[in-house]
């Protein structure tokens, strides 16, 4: 009998060593870890504690079997230990499976998690020619053969070291299987000179022994200094049941769930009389699992049966092994399915109205990315692709087009209905109406989030930057790689969830969020506390953004309002006239006002009531000055100058380093009217909204602020102008004021900046810039070296880097609370749709985080999972 | 008698309000203050507590004159006060001057500071039919008639507030003194209807009133608005002496010693026969103090006794005014006197050597800006001038030359031995071999720490830049104003100091270190704590840093070693060569290899055995390639390839940020083996030292280091490959490695990194620039506003920004020597000169500051001058 009391576990160190044993009867495997008894040695221990049908066996836990490969432990102790449980496992295996015969045995590897190079699973060890005889004697003569056949040459690889290809050649005729275990037996005989005939036991303990010896084959060895964590290996031993027994019996494997769509159906293979590896090795061909619902409905009821039970004691779907002897069902092996991002979440929903598993449990279970990853189109799986190169996934979804190589081609040709995919080496502001109409964005420089890279996010529109094995000739329209050219009006495809470019048009199928996915979200809503805002710049952007859960607007930059056509001369020609010149910038500022004014109704309209954060005018004003010689031309028109005199003004505006230049609220202090208009802009909108009973709520937010006598007097300039147009219209409008932290010198006085504001908002696309003295428009050539070199350990324009830019955050929020108790804090740069930057953001108490549209449904979830 | 207790003082309320009283017994100055009883009031005390001929008199102090002022006593109050203490006076003064009739008085207003718009002195006040009488009994009747003469006008004009025209008609002929007073008397009863008869008192109170109203001028109302510090009002009554008696009288005012050179002789000017402002009337030509010693020895050598005693008691020097009576002297007023740079230098030195001050004193008073002053060329004096533009004073010293406005031009022109005058809208790193021959610079954009101003600055040329004014047109090599048009080999001067830009040419004199100087500066010496380095790049600047009293090269800037032709050319090559082409850089770094070699070997010789800092290659790579047709014409021939492929590939390095970019140690990471060849040859150049003798203390610097597990790559690269050198070399050199401190991720990580490193060099050009957000390049447009509005006190990269930068820094210190209590602590930034800035480095405890050689004296004063 097997020690039935839950052995000690072997962590525990002085105790004797000894064998974990499981089944028939329960066994307790809750203090068991995969670092005791390995992943598979655990999951049958999980099986047996739960009473399911699984062979008797016992698990050499790792602590012994380290002993065993340190020669801590002798081979006469091992054979004490061996025979003594091989004795019991006896004992408890023949009732339970009503055998006739003393059992046969599998020997497998159980390393604490999957590892290349361990020696495969051995079966059918024990087998002599006593029980062979008995089989026979029996009427099972084939069945002992077929077995032994498998045996001899496997113990002959496995446990001898033998070269297997003596066994390998295919005898003609075809054998019987008499034949064939004669065959095996005559060249086990001319490869050892021996007959082959130990005893069961030394069979086993042999096996054990070569299990341990796979420990240092090459490929393992290799496979465990490539892994980051320390692994350790079990080995389990485990009365066989036989697939290949008669026509009543199968081996397969079972997916408890569909794990493509998350379907509540069974999914799997199987094959009748067969053993092991049969399923897998192509000689025969399996049966779909489904196919026993009419061939063996029992069965199935069986399985439908073991299925449920399986997912109800783990709580997970499975990926199951089983094997049917005779018509009974066993178990051999099972593990957490992996599947698809739709399916998990399909899987984890209908789990929790199953009643398996609690709706904490959902959201613990379901990575954030797997519900944005359900949003975007996707490329059809089915269908043949050409890879042409592979840049940086910056925008999500696959689209693809003609290609075209300027703005004006795109909105040209969009308009007339194209699918057009715009190339361009790297996009620039002029870009944005065009990439507004385009279906997929493609660049050959650039990161993560360089300006094609954020914009695209931004507007959903699917794009790969950075591609730079292409070479793009926007003037030739060329765009080429060393072995192909493309030209403008080819078909390309890409996919931004993978940065994948591929050759001509591939079939998109349209992605959506599950109704699954939307309950999950309501799970999420209810277990957050952080609010999240989207970036949003247009009605459009944040009616897309409420469709997916955002609770207001936390950043709408105005300057993407501005590159419209109308307005951009507008801006331009301010821009460009004289410093001293107010008249002059005040007339065109009243041509904006309404357009501007306009663009607030819409947002609030859109956002009815919720919070709209404002940015005002932040760019370098170089970014709204025009470079191609068409558009100068027109300018100079326009300014009525010469193209010289207009190039070198521009010239003279042209910055070195345009990041940390004239912008943002630097602009105000030079041309304060640009804030007053901008100001006078919003107030009107609320009021006109106020006028027709709809409720807002704006909130007026200053870029680029790096001090307090700064802050001072912008909140002075915004708070008089605000109630000139109030006290003018005889309306009141609640409003708050906050200030960018996006320049280090802001996060370090935020005690000071705190008591003047209702909110801050941390920059940190802007923050991690100076932060870490990292441009990130000139990134991509040594952000590569650090990310491969494990320097660091993420972008850091995709995931907060906490430890520097998170420290200085952390330390504004605690200072400008202290100042400021009612103080709002949140977060509204890149990395806010990022599940482990929000976690962070949790931690550190922000009230919310801001992100584009299409990562909100992922930052709901992020922002519920870092609670539980 | 006058009350001889020293009075309580005034700002204790609560007590009777009471004149303070001085002379001729001494009284106690110590409690007393500016604030209490004015300048003037003050300097009269202190002059009678030391025991000076002063004429006795009264001071009503600020708190009486404010309660005056404020109507909280009253009139009949103030008579009786005032009689009283006059009662005193008149006591006190016949004895003291041996008068032989009632004393007259003079009323002068004592401000705490110096203040436009109120009374002048009133003099001669008391005088009355009665005195006169007595007078001209004396046989000094026309003396008598004089002092009426002056009086009457002014009592007339101050006290009763009358339009002084009437008095101011010169009468022809010329008069008589007593036809003079007749006619003052005639118009005074002619303009008020009265004879002008008041008594004594009643015109002392009379006059007293007058000071006090004249606090609400309308022109000292102004410059009390305009002040910074709360001002008050004291009022001095004192007893008249008289310049005008006789030919054995006379007033002046002197100087203890040369105001201009710091000589040890007194200076003035006097008037025999004269009273107060007849000095500064134009009327008379007052006469050089000098002229005193042959014209009156005896009174010459009472002049001379009595400036010992002033200075002596005063402890400075002064600038005093005096009266001779009747061949007594006697001092009216004194203060310290205003003196230039080297004045004050020498002064300071000299007294104490005199024994009048301690040497601390010395130091305390010497403002760290004098010394540098001294130390560069000035234009002289004496020289018309035409002003043509105003910069900013970006190199101190005059220089000038004809003009040139591209590098080839000045280096050819200047090695025939022209003054060259470098003009340029901006500089950059392919100028500075212009830069060192050159004259002086001028550029017409950036700010303090452009290009041009960091360059000039160290090489000590004299520089103005962003000289906005000039519109320069290199091309067409024209530079013009909006009224004036210059060209090529036209002359120019600059004033370095002054940013002035003057048309032609002007002498110009050298400026040098006088002997008092060195002696300051050995004093300040003994003082400091803090380590004065020097920022240098060549054997030159290594020399001059030396002779300034470097104690080592805090910061030596590898790249610009590399600005050389036939290095550059290499350099160019290098950079552009493929990513993969390891072996072609490895090629061209071998040729580069000696040339370091050396360089370093001449830093090492000329200092000494102390500390040479070298910092590994830090610019965007993008500085070093050309930019001109010729050299991209050179350059593709070198490259063997065509202008348009190296054109366009120099395009594609191009940055958006380059201060954000790939460059500093991560260059390292992409070409380690620029980093070999550099330390190679820093070991190398050290071993060739040890070799002769020559002891070497070199540290190797890493640039924009920002994280910890980047820095562990570079130091273990760096000890590897000098480790390498020393094994192949047999040698065994001692070294520091140390990390830049320039990235604001580098200062939140500092614990991390100080177990690494044996010191921090706090780089806060940078620094400024990442903290603030602010890039120095293109910070003229806006930074001019910040100052101007007062949100900046200072220009940031001219002075540190204690409340941002500072906190970071100081922060970044205390985490480093809490990790590393070894660890030195230095900075490096263009700020390390300043001294506000030093002060604060010696507050957080730093270890050394380095500075541009020229500045080192400046820093060791400031270093000592905080310890004090």
Chains 1, 2 share one sequence.
């Not at 962590?11 to 005791?36: C, E, I, Q, Y």
């Not at 099972?334 to 199953?354: F, N, P, Q």
């Not at 740069?829 to 482990?836: D, T, V």
């Amino acid at each position: 009998m097997p020690s039935r009391r839950p052995a000690a576990r072997p962590r525990a160190t002085g105790l004797p060593p000894s064998v974990v044993a499981f089944a028939p009867l329960k066994v307790d495997a809750g203090p068991w870890t995969v670092d005791d008894v390995g992943w598979k040695g655990l999951s049958l221990l999980r099986m047996a504690s739960a009473g399911l049908p699984v062979p008797p066996g016992f698990v050499l836990p790792v602590s012994l079997c380290q002993r065993l490969l340190d020669r801590q432990f002798g081979s006469a102790d091992l054979a004490r230990l061996i025979s003594r449980a091989v004795a019991d496992l006896d004992c408890a295996a023949v009732p339970f499976l009503g055998s006739d015969h003393p059992p046969l045995y599998s020997v497998r590897c159980s390393p604490s998690s999957p590892l290349p190079g361990l020696m495969p699973p051995l079966l059918n060890v024990g087998l002599t020619d006593a029980v062979m005889d008995q089989l026979k004697h029996q009427d099972e003569g084939d069945f002992a053969c077929d077995c032994l056949s498998r045996l001899i040459p496997a113990y002959a690889e496995h446990v001898l070291s033998l070269a297997p290809q003596p066994f390998e050649a295919v005898p003609v005729p075809p054998e019987s299987p008499r034949q064939s275990a004669e065959r095996c037996r005559r060249i086990y005989l001319s490869l050892t000179g021996q007959e082959f005939a130990p005893s069961p036991l030394a069979q086993v303990i042999s096996a054990i022994l070569a299990a341990l010896r796979s420990w240092d084959s090459p490929r393992a060895r290799l496979a465990r200094k490539r892994s980051d964590t320390a692994l350790g290996l079990a080995v389990v031993v485990q009365a066989m049941v036989f697939g290949n027994r008669d026509s009543h019996s199968a081996t397969g494997i079972a997916f408890s769930r569909d794990p493509s769509t998350g379907q509540n159906e069974m999914r799997g293979e199987y094959l009748p009389i067969a053993q092991g590896r049969d399923l897998f090795s192509g000689v025969h061909r399996p049966l779909p699992l489904a196919t026993m619902r009419q061939r063996s409905p029992r069965m199935w009821a069986c399985m439908e049966e073991m299925r449920r039970r399986l997912e109800k004691e783990l709580g997970e779907v499975q990926d199951f092994e089983f094997t049917i002897e005779k018509g009974r069902l066993y178990l051999l092996q099972t593990r957490t399915a992996r599947r698809s991002a739709t399916a998990a979440i399909r899987i984890a929903v209908e789990l929790v109205d199953d009643g398996v598993i609690l709706a904490d449990e959902a959201l613990r279970r379901t990575d954030p990315t797997m519900v944005e990853a359900g949003l975007h189109p996707m490329l059809d799986a089915n269908t043949l692709r050409r890879l042409l190169a592979k840049g940086l996934p910056a925008s999500p979804g696959a689209g693809g087009g003609r290609i075209a190589f300027t703005a004006q081609e795109t909105i040209t040709r969009a308009s007339q209905g194209e699918r057009i995919l715009l190339v361009r080496q790297e996009t620039e502001a002029a870009d944005v109406a065009a990439m507004a109409q385009c279906d997929a964005i493609l660049t050959s420089t650039g990161g993560m989030t360089s300006h094609a890279a954020v914009v695209a996010r931004g507007m959903g529109v699917p794009c790969v930057v950075g591609a730079s094995e292409l070479n793009i000739d926007a003037q030739r329209r060329r765009l080429s790689t060393p072995d192909r050219v493309f030209v403008a009006g080819d078909f390309l495809t890409i996919d931004g969830g993978t940065g994948e470019v591929y050759e001509g048009t591939i079939p998109i199928v349209p992605g959506e969020l599950a109704s699954e996915a939307f309950r999950l979200l309501q799970w999420a809503d209810r277990r957050r506390r952080l609010r999240i805002y989207a970036n949003a710049d247009t009605p459009t952007e944040a009616c897309l953004a409420r469709s997916m859960g955002a609770q207001g607007i936390g950043l709408c930059r105005t300057e993407h309002m501005f590159f419209q056509d109308q307005r951009l001369a507008g801006i331009r020609r301010m821009i460009l006239c004289e410093a001293a010149d107010v008249a002059g910038r005040h007339r065109i500022l009243e041509e904006l006002l309404p357009m501007q004014r306009q663009d607030f109704i819409g947002l609030f309209e859109s956002m009815e009531g919720q919070t709209v954060t404002i940015r005002l005018l932040d760019p370098p004003v170089h970014e709204f000055l025009p470079r191609s010689p068409g558009d100068l031309k027109s300018l100079a028109r326009d300014l009525g100058s010469s193209v010289e005199e207009v190039t070198q003004r521009i010239e003279q505006l042209r910055e070195t380093n345009p990041m940390l230049g004239h912008r943002g609220c630097r602009l105000c202090l030079t041309m304060p009217e640009i804030l007053e208009m901008q100001v006078q802009a919003i107030v009107e909108a609320g009021a006109y909204c106020l006028h027709w009973g709809r409720p807002v709520r704006p909130a007026i937010l200053l870029p680029m602020v790096m001090d307090d006598r700064e802050l001072a007097w912008l909140v002075t300039q915004v708070r008089s102008a605000a109630e000139a147009v109030m006290r003018r219209l005889g309306v009141r409008l609640e409003y708050d004021v906050g200030t960018m932290i996006e320049v280090p010198r802001a996060a370090l006085l935020a005690g000071r900046l705190a008591p003047m504001v209702d909110f801050f908002s941390f920059g940190t696309n802007d923050l991690t810039q100076m932060v870490c003295g990292i441009s990130r428009d000139d990134c991509q050539g040594f952000l590569a070296d650090y990310l491969r070199s494990g320097i660091f350990p993420a972008d850091p324009f995709a995931r907060l880097d906490v430890e520097g830019v998170g420290q200085l955050v952390q330390m504004a929020v605690e200072q400008g609370r202290a100042a400021n108790p009612k103080l709002q804090c949140g977060l509204c740069g890149e990395q806010a749709g990022e599940a482990s930057t929000i976690a962070f953001c949790e931690k550190i108490g922000l009230d919310y985080v801001s992100c584009s549209p299409y990562r909100i449904p992922a930052a709901r979830l992020a922002a519920a999972r870092c609670r539980l």
